[in-house]
C-alpha cells in the first residue's frame, strides 16, 4: 500500500483526504464502472457477430475477400467504440473527480482543454522549442510555491513531410511541459541555456542581441552552451549552483536535456516529458489508491522541478527528493 508522504513530504495530509472524500467517492464510481464493463463486454460480443455476418454478407454479394473483410472490420469497430463510450465516460468522471480534489487540496487551478497556452509566443522566441505545423496543448496547472507565482502545461508540436503523391506524414518534434515561475534573483536581460552538444548545436543564437556567453567554471563549460544579451549578468545567474541545478534537472527527467531561459524576471524551462497526467485504464479499478498515487506523482513532478529552480540552497544538491528517488530506483 503505497504511503502518500513516501511521494512527496508535501503529500501527508492525503491519508486523510483519501479516507474521508477520495475513497468513498471511488468506490461508488467503481460499482458503476464495473455495471459499464459487463456491458461492454456485450457490446463487444455484438458488434464482432454483426461485423461477422456483414463481412459474410459482403463476400456473398460481391465475392471479393478484401472488401468483405474490411467491410465486416469497419462495423466491428464502430460497434465496439460505441460499446465503450459509457465505460469510458466513467473513467472521465473519475479522472476528473480526482483532478478537481487534487487540485484544491494544493491550492493550484488546472484546465484541461481549450485555453490559450500562456507566453507560447516567449517559448518560441527565445528558441526553446522547433518550428512546427501543427500545435495541441492541454493540462494546464497554475500555482504559486515557494512565493513565487507559475504556470505549466503540456504542448504537442508536430510537423508534416509529403511524398511525391502528397499523402501527409506527421512527426512529433516536442511533446512535454513548459513551466514560467517567477525566479528570486533579479535580472534584466535574457540568458538562454541549455546542454553542449544538445539543442543549440549547429543552431544560430536566439536573437541578434544575443552573444556566446563564457562560463566561469571549466567543468561547467564543457557540459553547457549559453547565450544572453548581458554577460556579466549571465555569468552572475549562471553560477555553479544554478548549473548544478540544471543537472539534477536533467537527472530528474532521465537525460531529456531541458533547456531554460531568463528573462523579464522568471525563469522558463523547456523539457521533454512525454504525455503525462493521463486518466489512466477504464479496465482497472477506480477505487484504488495506486490511481491518486499515480496522479500525486505527476504533481510531484511539477514540485520537484520548482523546488530544484527555485528552492534555497540548504547544503548539498544531491539532497533534493528527486536525487533521492533515483538513489532508491538504482539501489
Do not use: C
Not at 527565445?126 to 494546464?140: A, C, Q, V, Y
Not at 530528474?252 to 531561459?261: E, S, V
Not at 544531491?318 to 539501489?331: D, F, H, T, V
Amino acid at each position: 500500500m503505497t504511503d502518500f508522504s513516501t511521494i512527496h513530504a508535501d503529500f501527508s495530509s492525503f491519508e486523510t483526504l483519501y479516507t474521508d472524500e477520495i475513497e468513498p467517492k471511488l468506490q461508488t464510481m467503481e460499482q458503476e464502472r464495473q455495471q459499464k464493463l459487463k456491458g461492454f463486454w456485450r457490446g463487444l460480443a455484438i458488434a464482432v457477430a454483426v461485423g461477422a455476418a456483414i463481412g459474410g454478407l459482403l463476400f456473398f454479394l460481391f465475392g471479393h475477400a478484401v472488401v468483405a473483410g474490411i467491410g465486416g472490420l469497419v462495423v466491428a469497430g464502430v460497434g465496439i467504440a460505441i460499446a465503450y463510450m459509457p465505460l469510458g465516460k466513467v473513467n472521465k468522471q473519475a479522472h476528473d473527480f480526482l483532478m478537481e480534489t487534487v487540485i484544491s487540496a494544493l491550492d493550484m487551478a488546472y484546465t484541461e482543454k481549450g485555453f490559450t497556452p500562456p507566453e507560447f509566443s516567449t517559448f518560441r522566441s527565445m528558441k526553446l522549442l522547433p518550428s512546427d505545423d501543427r500545435r495541441s496543448f492541454e493540462d494546464l496547472v497554475t500555482g504559486t510555491r515557494h512565493g513565487a507565482d507559475f504556470f505549466v502545461y503540456e504542448a504537442h508540436l508536430e510537423t508534416v513531410t509529403r511524398d511525391k503523391d502528397g499523402d501527409e506524414t506527421w512527426h512529433t518534434v516536442f511533446r512535454g511541459q513548459l513551466l514560467k515561475i517567477g525566479y528570486p534573483k533579479k535580472f534584466l536581460g535574457k540568458t538562454v541555456v541549455a546542454r553542449d552538444a544538445g539543442w543549440f548545436n549547429g543552431m544560430s543564437k536566439p536573437g541578434k542581441d544575443y552573444s556566446k556567453v563564457g562560463i566561469a567554471s571549466p567543468r561547467f563549460e564543457k557540459l553547457f552552451e549559453a547565450w544572453s544579451t548581458d554577460q556579466v549578468e549571465a555569468r552572475e545567474l549562471l553560477d555553479p549552483v544554478v548549473l548544478e541545478r540544471f543537472l539534477e534537472l536533467e537527472n530528474l527527467f532521465d537525460g531529456k536535456k531541458p533547456r531554460a531561459a531568463f528573462a523579464d524576471g522568471a525563469l522558463y524551462l523547456a523539457v521533454e516529458t512525454g504525455n503525462v497526467m493521463q486518466k489512466g485504464s477504464s479496465f482497472a479499478s477506480i477505487a484504488s489508491r495506486e490511481r491518486v498515487a499515480s496522479l500525486l506523482k505527476e504533481f510531484a513532478i511539477i514540485y520537484d522541478l520548482i523546488d530544484v529552480i527555485v528552492k534555497p540552497v540548504e547544503g548539498r544538491i544531491e539532497g533534493s527528493y528527486a536525487l533521492r528517488e533515483k538513489a532508491g530506483k538504482q539501489a
